[in-house]
């Protein structure tokens, strides 16, 4: 998909964008850094089906890499960012 995308920033931060509302919609906790929500898990764990705990996880391992890739994708190729 990188390849059909090419050199178009707006896209890549469109479609980066919308993967990160999706799981922000379908896991909630992976959208903010662990100490965040460090507390509020401590105390409804329990309450949490095992599925999605080990789903939040690899989602937010997977996410955290992923957004700071297209953040920095999208940075360098900005006409702002030639700027001195």
Same mark, same amino acid.
């Given at each position: 998909?990188?390849?059909?995308?090419?050199?178009?920033?707006?896209?890549?931060?469109?479609?980066?964008?919308?993967? +990160?509302?999706?799981? !922000?919609? *379908?896991?909630?906790?992976?959208?903010? $850094?662990?100490? @965040?929500? %460090?507390?509020?898990?401590?105390?409804?764990?329990?309450?949490?089906?095992?599925?999605? +705990?080990?789903?939040? !996880?690899? *989602?937010?391992?997977?996410?955290?890499? $992923?957004?700071? @890739?297209? %953040?920095?994708?999208?940075?360098?190729?900005?006409?702002?960012?030639?700027?001195?």
């Amino acid at each position: 998909m990188a390849h059909a995308i090419g050199e178009r920033p707006v896209a890549k931060a469109m479609l980066a964008g919308l993967a +990160l509302a999706i799981c !922000g919609t *379908v896991l909630p906790y992976t959208m903010f $850094a662990g100490e @965040t929500q %460090a507390d509020v898990l401590m105390e409804t764990y329990m309450t949490i089906p095992a599925g999605v +705990l080990i789903a939040t !996880g690899l *989602v937010k391992a997977m996410l955290a890499p $992923a957004s700071s @890739t297209w %953040a920095g994708a999208a940075a360098t190729s900005s006409p702002l960012s030639s700027r001195a």
